[in-house]
């Protein structure tokens, strides 16, 4: 970057001096690299150099001092820095020989749309890109890795996955034992293991690369972000969530019928979202049938002056009917609960939640006995949880999908290691798996999103404001 600063950024009167040039501070994340405790390995010429469908012609090849910035948003009046990673792609020289690769593909964790997609493409990848033969998939997620026999992969056998839902290697939560897991891979003679799976996934991924690491093993781990709640940081966003956002609206479109057929209708969608509300915001916003959307990141109360009840029943004596989306993570403070339930954690330790929704219709007829008792009013409530994410990718998310997978082969290839491929401001990058297993990508409902939603709803701000 150029380190040449001017303070004349006055552009008031239409002429901006063209020789200005301004400066951005740029601090580059290391990204580890087999070599860094294996020193003696040794490189090869990338077998793209003689693939008959690609043509390595200048600007091809992505060098190592090809960069991504985080932010491509700059103020010039202030003093700007940002990170930058190592840019993804397919590098001249790689550190395996293609015939000795043995990989490993891992799905762990909940569904995602698009998780097949990822697989497929990764073998694909491997085997058209790369010459790469031995292909494993581990099933049935972590646990897999030291409890179950490995199935051997092929391009003719993922030939149709990208057109199925759910994972064909399954998945599961919980049985992370690394000590067995880094012996396993040891024992099966992995080099390459890719892991796709979200938060919960990526902290156990940063483990197993630090133990590789620690061995000194010559294994090269990636890491693809999945999580159809879109809460993995850094990343622009995580695939099969634009799936999963057109599919909510099919659910927000019924729960718009139901509600305007009946006199003082409601319809109650409840969308995914453990801790993020970002599949019920980006619904909302596409649908514009919504009037009130819950989040977890904005509190929200029943009773009094600025409820949820004031404002449904000005919205029901205007408009007869209304549409509340809620994702599951809202309001799981106000639920009650009984002390065993507030224990309760699923076999990764994740909390078990309550029915938000089941809840809030209950709620719903309770206010409306009290308020308006004889008056007709009917709550239908919608609980579309699974069919947003066990379907199939869109086309958006099958590209996405594609590029992901294959940044990852390319990067594992180039020897890179203990890294997640993602895209930031739509260029691919390689992003140190404990940098992006530490961030959490929550709705930010200081910007302009989630002002947008209150326009577009006109909901009360539920005192934050
Ligand atoms: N802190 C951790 N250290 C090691 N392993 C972990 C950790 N957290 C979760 N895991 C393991 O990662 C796997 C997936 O975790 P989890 O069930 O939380 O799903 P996830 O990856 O967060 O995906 P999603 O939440 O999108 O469904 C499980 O096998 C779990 O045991
Ligand atoms: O698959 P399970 O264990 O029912 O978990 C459901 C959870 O998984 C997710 O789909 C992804 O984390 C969440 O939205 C949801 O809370
Ligand atoms: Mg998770």
Not at 339 to 348: G, I, N, T
Not at 440 to 465: C, E, I, Y
Request: hydrophobic share 35%.
């Amino acid at each position: 970057m150029t380190t040449t600063t001017t303070n004349d950024f006055s552009p008031p009167n239409g002429k901006q001096n063209p020789e200005t040039i301004y400066s951005v501070n740029v601090t580059l994340v290391p990204l580890p690299h087999l070599t860094d405790y294996i020193p003696s390995l040794q490189t090869h010429t990338t077998p793209l150099q003689h693939n008959n469908f690609y043509h390595p012609s200048d600007g091809f090849y992505i060098s190592h001092s090809d960069i991504i910035l985080r932010r491509t948003v700059y103020d010039l009046d202030t003093n700007n820095t940002t990170l930058a990673y190592h840019r993804a792609g397919p590098r001249e020289q790689i550190f395996y020989e293609p015939r000795n690769v043995r990989a490993a593909i891992v799905t762990c964790g909940g569904l995602c749309p698009g998780l097949n997609t990822v697989i497929r493409e990764l073998v694909v990848g491997l085997w058209e890109q790369y010459g790469v033969r031995e292909v494993f998939g581990i099933r049935a997620g972590y646990r897999g890795f030291y409890s179950m026999e490995p199935v051997r992969l092929d391009v003719k056998m993922v030939h149709d996955w990208h057109k199925r839902g759910g994972t064909v290697l399954e998945t599961s939560r919980g049985g992370f034992d690394l000590d067995k897991i880094v012996n396993a891979i040891e024992d099966r003679g992995y080099n390459q293991v890719y892991i796709i799976g979200g938060d919960g996934t990526l902290r156990g991924a940063v483990k197993i690369f630090n133990e590789i690491r620690r061995r000194k093993l010559n294994v090269g781990v990636a890491a693809i972000p999945k999580t159809v709640d879109n809460d993995v940081g850094i990343i622009d966003r995580s695939f099969g969530f634009q799936t999963a956002v057109e599919k909510a609206q099919q659910a927000i479109a019924a729960a718009h019928v139901e509600a305007e057929s009946a006199p003082n209708g409601i319809g109650l969608v409840k969308l995914m979202g453990r801790s993020t509300g970002h599949i019920a915001l980006k619904a909302t916003l596409s649908s514009r049938d919504v009037d009130c959307c819950l989040i977890p990141e904005n509190e929200f109360y029943l009773e009094g002056k600025g409820g949820l009840f004031e404002f449904l029943d000005d919205r029901l004596k205007q408009n007869g009917h209304a549409v509340v989306v809620v994702a599951e993570g809202a309001g799981q403070d106000m639920i009650p609960r009984t002390d065993a339930q507030k224990q309760e954690v699923d076999e990764s330790g994740n909390p078990v939640f309550l029915d938000v929704g089941v809840w809030l219709k209950s709620e719903l007829k309770r206010w409306w006995e009290r308020d308006h008792k004889g008056e007709l009013f009917t709550v239908k409530y919608i609980d579309p949880t699974y069919m947003i994410r066990a379907v199939s990718a869109n086309a958006t998310d099958n590209l996405y999908c594609t590029l992901l997978a294959h940044s990852a082969i390319h990067g594992i290839m180039a020897g890179y290691t203990g890294f997640v491929a993602g895209p930031i401001n739509g260029n691919y990058a390689y992003i140190p798996m404990d940098e992006i297993a530490e961030t959490k990508n929550l709705v930010d409902t200081r910007d302009h999103n989630w002002a947008w939603v209150r326009s577009v709803t006109t909901q009360p701000d539920f005192g934050r404001m």
